[in-house]
C-alpha cells in the first residue's frame, strides 16, 4: 500500500542518517551511489519488501576469515544498534566472489560470514533472535563484474535485508 511504502521510506531515511551520524559523516556514506569499484563501506537500497543494507566485505573481514575484524566491529556495532531500535524482521545474507577459498568453499563462507554477523547481534547485542534468518549466497548473485579485483570486491559483501511484512494476517 502507499501507507507502507511511506513508511518504508520513512525508516529506511532514519536508518541513513543515524548511521551517517554514528559511522562517518556523509562524505563516506552514499545511499544511492553503487558504482563499481567506489569502496562503500554502507550502501542502502530500497527492495521488494522492505530496504538493504550492504556492508563491503572487505571492511569487516579478513580475506577468507569468517570472523568480523577486530576494528570493524565497531561500524558493525552501529548498524546493529540502529536496526535493534527499528524492531523489524532481518536476514543476514552472505555473498562471495567467483574466486574459491583455499580452504572452504564459497558457500561455506557465505553462510559462515552472515552466521558470524547473527551469531554478534545475538550475543553482543541481545537481539531478537525471533526477528533474524540467515543465507549463504555463495557467488551466485553477482553485483558487480567477477574479471576484475574491484568488481570481486563488491561482490564480497553482506546484505542486511529488512523485511516488512505487506499483507498482515
Known sequence: SVQQIKVIDQEMNQIKMQLE????????????SNSPGQERIVNIQRTDKGFKLRLLAQHFFPP????????????????????KELGRPIVIEGHTDSLPPSDMSNWELSG???????????????????????????????????????????????????N?????Q
Request: zero cysteines.
Open 164 to 168: 516488512y511484512e505487506l499483507d498482515p
Open 64 to 83: 577468507g576469515a569468517t570472523h568480523v575484524k577486530r576494528e570493524a566491529l565497531q561500524d558493525l556495532d552501529s548498524v546493529v544498534g540502529v536496526l
Open 112 to 162: 559462515l560470514r552472515a552466521s558470524s554477523v547473527v551469531r554478534h547481534m545475538i550475543t553482543k547485542h541481545n537481539f531478537p533472535s525471533t526477528k533474524l534468518a540467515l543465507a549463504g549466497y555463495a557467488d551466485l548473485r553477482p553485483i558487480a563484474h567477477n574479471g576484475t579485483e574491484a568488481g570481486r570486491a563488491l561482490n564480497r559483501r553482506i546484505e542486511i535485508h529488512v
Open 21 to 32: 551520524e554514528r559511522m562517518y559523516g556523509p562524505e563516506k556514506f552514499n545511499s544511492t
